[in-house]
Structures are given as structure tokens and as C-alpha cells.
Nanobody
Framework: QVQLVESGGGLVQAGGSLRLSCAAS????????MGWFRQAPGKEREFVAR????????YYTDSVKGRFTISRDNAKNMVYLQMNSLKPEDTAVYYC????????????????????WGQGTQVTVSS
């Protein structure tokens, strides 16, 4: 059974940092790109960051560039999101997800381009 479990969320003051982790189990995702998305109350789920299957390529939405860093450890089946200089507008539930296609090189940022999803972890940034 495939399972993704996010952790590391919490309450932090503006300007602070958090590191989110996503643990995958049930199969290896070393040949799939992985993504992080977030969803704030009353808003649609939005793309945050993507990392290629090899870890060599990363892509971010403009609002987090220079503040967030996505990384992965294929040996551990883990994906991370380091979030620095957090802002109140970063408040949301954060989800990790697996790209539907193996070895896909093109940038995928729509939720429907990903299948397996975790349950999410809440990030709250106070002003």
C-alpha cells in the first residue's frame, strides 16, 4: 500500500523557518518527480515546488523563490521542503505528491499531474 506522510508543520512567527518532510512507503519513487503543494482555507490547492526524479532539477512558484528549497533522498524515499523567511501568506496545509509519469522531464505544476498524496501538514505563520 502506497503511503505518503508529511511532517514538520507547526506555528512559527513571521521570518522564521520550518522544514517539512515527506516519507514515502509501499514502493520506491526514485524514478518519479515529487512536488509540494499547499492549500489555504477557502482557496484552491496551489503548486509550491517540484524536484525531478534525480534531484538535479528544481522548480518553484514565484512567491517562494529564494525562500524555499526542495530536496530529496532517494535512498530513504524522502522529500523535504526547507522554508525560510516565512510570511503570514505562507499559512496553509502543505501536501507532498508524486508525479504520475516516470522520468518526466517537463515541469508539472497542476494537481492532476500528480497522483499519490499525503494527508498534509499544517503550517501557520503569525505576524
Amino acid at each position: 500500500q502506497v503511503q505518503l506522510v508529511e511532517s514538520g508543520g507547526g506555528l512559527v512567527q513571521a521570518g522564521g523557518s520550518l522544514r517539512l518532510s515527506c516519507a514515502a512507503s509501499g514502493r520506491s519513487f526514485s524514478t518519479y518527480a515529487m512536488g509540494w503543494f499547499r492549500q489555504a482555507p477557502g482557496k484552491e490547492r496551489e503548486f509550491v515546488a517540484r524536484i525531478s526524479w534525480s534531484g538535479g532539477d528544481t522548480y518553484y512558484t514565484d512567491s517562494v523563490k529564494g525562500r524555499f528549497t526542495i530536496s530529496r533522498d532517494n535512498a530513504k524515499n524522502m522529500v523535504y521542503l526547507q522554508m525560510n523567511s516565512l510570511k503570514p501568506e505562507d499559512t496553509a496545509v502543505y501536501y507532498c505528491a508524486v508525479d504520475r509519469a516516470r522520468f518526466r522531464g517537463s515541469i508539472t505544476r497542476r494537481p492532476d499531474e500528480y497522483n499519490y498524496w499525503g494527508q498534509g501538514t499544517q503550517v501557520t505563520v503569525s505576524s
